[in-house]
């Protein structure tokens, strides 16, 4: 092959440092190594000042990361669009004394759209309206009608977790679906005959918890916790209170 | 498929040490290293949404580098300096002679670092500390790979330079 082979200058060499040189050329420089002895002083020079970086570096990423930095990640997770809820729900609280509640509420599905993008399929418990509202359905629903807290929910893929009274006067309920691979956490309100969901939070599961039982409420995470907050009136349901709940269809304030 | 949570979680931790030698190749110091580090993890969780798996590694670097580009221009109003040698870090890692040797390299490479202009020091942080390729480095950086190369031909010259007291040359 007669082929010219472009010149080698020091922009060659710095390429052949750095690993960014295609195979032969990486070879053809290897070779004029030994007969150039300036580029053999330049390429040890730059190898050297990439030690030297390496070197100088070294102690930092040996060390321990600092908490602060492993806070972030450990939050919250990031998928739930708390600034978003939070907002809305304070909204949502304060329309509360002045409109008629069963036509104010708009509930809003809040749900990773990033990772959990596909998860919307795997989420079978939910429908979406189009004016944004999320119902509960299905098996999810069923449980949110007549599960107890009390109740053997072990097997049950929709756990229920605490009921209270929102301050809107609705009953309100937090559940847990465990999906094949994935973990919903939320609280829906009893609105117009169904379950509006007001927060979602959904997970991922990990081989390792499949297997640890939690119970329900337990993992609830903070944003769910912290949507209960906004919304809770006074203490949770007890037992029986819960039971009257059911009895009464949930129908919240209305119940005589 | 989606990565789960914790997945992505992981894969972002695995970079957290690269992106401080990172921000410390850029900011001269520990804690504004430490801070860029932190508002990069708080906007990349933010942000998953922009998350493209595979490109991860660059779009974490290039969030970081735009902060870093954001923080330096509010700090030139305030006309602040890059100039820290902090001892702790390598006293920290090493004892005795080896800390003296380590404290002493780290101490050369930091000021040699800081007389280079901010867009050399970026290029040398990504390729020569990072080890990045230049296709990459050009990513994170948003200019096309010449510019990468070219910026690297100059922050080589001063670094070794300002380290070795010389650039060894071509005879051509």
Redesign the interface.
């Known amino acids: 092959m007669s082929g010219e082979r472009p010149e080698i200058n020091r922009e060659t060499l710095d390429a052949y440092v750095d690993g960014e040189l295609a195979p032969d050329e990486m070879t053809r420089v290897a070779a004029l190594l030994g007969e150039r002895a300036d580029f053999k002083a330049y390429v040890d020079s730059q190898l050297a000042l990439r030690n030297r970086l390496a070197v100088s570096f070294a102690p930092l990423m040996a060390e321990p990361i600092p908490d602060r930095l492993q806070r972030p990640l450990r939050a919250t997770p990031p998928h739930l669009r708390v600034t978003f809820w939070r907002r809305w729900l304070g909204e949502f609280i304060s329309w509360r004394g002045g409109v008629p509640l069963a036509a104010s509420l708009v509930f809003g599905l809040i749900v990773g759209v990033a990772i959990e993008r596909s998860a919307r399929t795997e989420l079978p418990f939910v429908r979406s309206l189009q004016n944004g509202q999320v119902l509960a359905q299905g098996e999810l629903a069923g449980a949110l009608n007549q599960q107890l807290e009390s109740s053997d929910q072990y097997d049950q893929r929709a756990r229920i977790g605490i009921s209270f009274r929102s301050r809107a006067g609705l009953d309100c309920r937090t559940f847990e679906w465990r999906g094949t691979t994935t973990t919903a956490n939320g609280v829906a309100c009893h609105t117009g005959g169904d379950w509006a969901v007001a927060a979602l939070a959904t997970t991922r599961r990990t081989v390792n918890d499949q297997a640890a039982y939690q119970m329900a409420g337990a993992a609830m995470p903070d944003a769910i916790r912290n949507t209960v907050n906004e919304l809770i009136a006074g203490l949770p349901y007890d037992a029986a209170a819960e039971r009257a709940a059911r009895e009464a269809h949930w129908s919240g304030a209305k119940r005589p | 498929?989606?990565?789960?949570?914790?997945?992505?979680?992981s894969q972002?931790?695995a970079l957290?040490?690269r992106l401080?030698?990172f921000a410390?190749?850029v900011t001269g110091k520990r804690a504004d290293a430490?801070d860029l580090?932190?508002d990069t993890?708080?906007r990349a969780?933010?942000?998953?949404?922009?998350?493209e798996p595979g490109t991860r590694d660059s779009w974490m670097f290039r969030i970081a580098q735009n902060l870093f580009i954001d923080a330096k221009r509010a700090a030139r109003r305030r006309r602040a300096v890059f100039v820290d040698t902090e001892a702790t870090?390598?006293d920290?890692?090493?004892d005795g002679e080896r800390a003296v040797e380590?404290l002493m390299?780290?101490r050369?490479?930091?000021a040699a670092l800081s007389t280079l202009p901010e867009d050399q020091r970026s290029v040398?942080a990504l390729?020569?500390?990072d080890g990045m390729?230049?296709r990459d480095a050009a990513d994170v950086l948003g200019v096309p790979i010449g510019t990468v190369?070219s910026r690297?031909?100059r922050g080589?010259e001063t670094?070794?330079g300002k380290?070795?007291g010389s650039?060894?040359?071509?005879?051509?």
């Open positions: 498929m989606d990565a789960s949570l914790d997945t992505i979680r972002i931790a957290v040490p401080r030698r410390l190749s430490d580090v932190q993890l708080e969780l933010r942000h998953l949404d922009q998350w870090m390598v920290a890692a090493y380590a390299a780290w050369e490479t930091c040398i390729v020569l500390i390729t230049y190369t690297l031909a080589r670094l070794a380290i070795f650039t060894a040359e071509l005879h051509q």
